[in-house]
């Protein structure tokens, strides 16, 4: 089964929607299974991009065997009624993407396999300030280590940034989502750090730090 919205699932994954679409996306996903199914398998590959080689890439866009003169002409389509531009471009940006972390799966699916890591752990705070509770499953996997977020008390109608933190001193965003969401729901994230390794997360709005999250 497929969902025309799952074209949208890349620019959301990277945070490319405005808030008032990826609000729509999430009310969407919670009740389309083929769509919470997508956004599980591919929630790991944001974390990864940056550990990508272009080698990894390189696929072949043309045959070499095949003369220009026998490339199939293209197939005369009916009009569309023309959607708004905006639109238009949120779902053009939202295919691309879909396309390129799809195209990043078979690359890196095959590395995601293997005994996980350590074992689940879960950390707990709240900020004495903003008034933000968190808490965090961390899974440890080959490639890194999972996230699940359940966050209360966040201000409504904003978008929120994960960063995450390793003991090294480097960082990587662990993720993006509205803040337009149920206190008990689960939103997932990555990244390539293992859980041991993982120093604090921090969740961020308009560059402001609301909760971190700690051991």
Same mark, same amino acid.
């Given at each position: ?38 956004? *599980?398998?591919? /929630?790991? +590959?944001?974390? &990864? ?9 390189? #696929?072949?866009?043309? %045959? ?28 053009? *940006?939202?295919? /691309?993407? +879909?396309?390129? &972390? ?9 590395? #995601?396999?293997?005994? %996980? ?99």
């Amino acid at each position: 089964m497929s969902c025309a919205q799952t074209v949208a699932l890349g620019a959301y994954l990277l945070g490319s929607l405005d808030p008032a679409e990826r609000s729509s996306f999430e009310r969407h996903v919670r009740g389309c299974s083929t769509c919470r199914r997508e956004m *599980v398998r591919l /929630a790991p +590959l944001p974390g &990864l991009l940056s550990q990508v080689q272009l080698s990894d890439l390189e #696929l072949p866009f043309e %045959d070499p065997g095949l003369e220009p003169d026998l490339w199939p002409l293209p197939v005369a389509a009916e009009p569309e009624p023309p959607a708004p531009r905006k639109r238009r471009l949120s779902l053009l *940006v939202g295919a /691309a993407v +879909l396309a390129v &972390l799809v195209t990043l799966a078979a690359v890196l699916v095959p590395r #995601l396999t293997g005994d %996980d890591g350590p074992a689940t752990v879960t950390w707990h705070a709240t900020d004495g300030t903003s008034g933000v509770v968190a808490s965090a499953d961390l899974v440890g996997k080959s490639w890194g280590t999972e996230l699940w977020m359940k966050i209360e008390n966040m201000p409504e109608g904003v978008r929120c940034m994960l960063v995450v933190h390793d003991r090294a001193g480097r960082t990587e965003i662990g993720g993006w989502w509205s803040t337009d969401h149920a206190p008990d729901e689960r939103i997932p994230g990555s990244t390539s750090f293992p859980v041991d390794r993982i120093e604090r997360l921090d969740l961020v709005v308009d560059k402001q730090v609301l909760v971190s999250v700690r051991p």
